[in-house]
């Protein structure tokens, strides 16, 4: 019996000492990202991508990235035709772009106007502006400024910037003011307005330099509180795409552009961030 007994008791202590013991668990497998991502579309857009993509590679550095600009209709259109995994475009698409296409708002922004420094006006209208590039206001005496003829200046017709001014501003026509004038990206935009007193142009809130001053719109000043408020009345969304020719790591990508680590990106570019 005492046998018996002791045989119970060191069964019991085994038993106790196997729970006591520590339960040890593998770590999860995380496969590391391999592959080439490609971009095209909204020169607005590349600057910021390229940043993202930077803190992307550094915890993935198994994924390249190639990204082009060329404006948001050559990124809406290379999409379409399957040539680039992410399109982006910084203005919002139409039905007919938009068919068959993942849209992914990663930012808002904000359509700045631009003047010389030492242009007097502070502030114009929808409506004045609208006319300005309609031709219908062609000198700064018009609307509070000096006697001197007005140089609207415009981006080229294939930038996100230059659709989302004619459909906010010119409701989708196209300006037709006389020596209206025409530049590439923001930085071309910039230099010719900082270059030229008569000169008024439009840049993303982005690309903002200090080299032009931004002037209200009815009254409000662009800025990302009044883009997130909706007082300032020219924002527009910023968008990556993707089609049924992406690749799967196309998502990761936008996944991570739209994590607290990626709109923490956005903002400090100066964009106001979706999340």
């Known amino acids: 019996m005492k046998k018996l007994i002791g045989f119970f008791l060191i069964a019991l202590l085994a038993l106790e000492a196997c729970q006591r013991q520590p339960v040890t668990t593998q770590p999860p497998t995380v496969t590391p990202l391999i592959g080439k991502l490609t971009f095209a579309g909204s020169t607005t857009l590349q600057p910021l991508i390229a940043k993202i993509g930077d803190t992307f590679q550094e915890a993935n550095p198994q994924v390249t990235l190639d990204i082009a600009a060329g404006g948001s209709v050559v990124g809406i259109q290379a999409v379409h035709d399957g040539s680039v995994d ?17 849209q992914f708002q990663i930012a808002t922004d904000v359509i700045a106007i631009v003047v010389h420094p030492d242009n007097l006006v502070e502030n114009l209208t929808i409506e004045q502006l609208a006319d300005i590039y309609m031709g219908k206001i062609t000198n700064w005496k018009d609307v509070g400024g000096p006697d001197e003829t007005i140089i609207p200046v415009a981006r080229e017709k294939s ?20 020596g209206l004038r025409t530049t590439v990206t923001a930085g071309d935009m910039a230099a010719l307005v900082s270059s030229d007193v008569a000169a008024i142009g439009y840049v ?72």
């Open 204 to 275: 993303g809130f982005g690309n903002l330099e200090p080299s032009v001053k931004a002037i209200q719109i009815n009254g409000v000043a662009p800025s990302e509180v009044a883009a997130a408020q909706k007082t300032y009345p020219l924002t527009r969304p910023l968008l990556l795409l993707t089609g049924p020719l992406s690749q799967p790591l196309a998502n990761d990508f936008i996944n991570f552009t739209l994590s607290a680590e990626g709109q923490k990106l956005v903002e400090e570019f100066g964009w106001a961030p979706v999340k």
């Open 86 to 102: 992410i399109g982006m475009a910084s203005r919002a698409l139409s039905a007919e772009e938009a068919q068959g296409i993942n």
């Open 159 to 178: 930038s996100g910037t230059r659709g989302a001014f004619d459909e906010l501003v010119l409701e989708k026509q196209e300006p037709t003011a006389p």
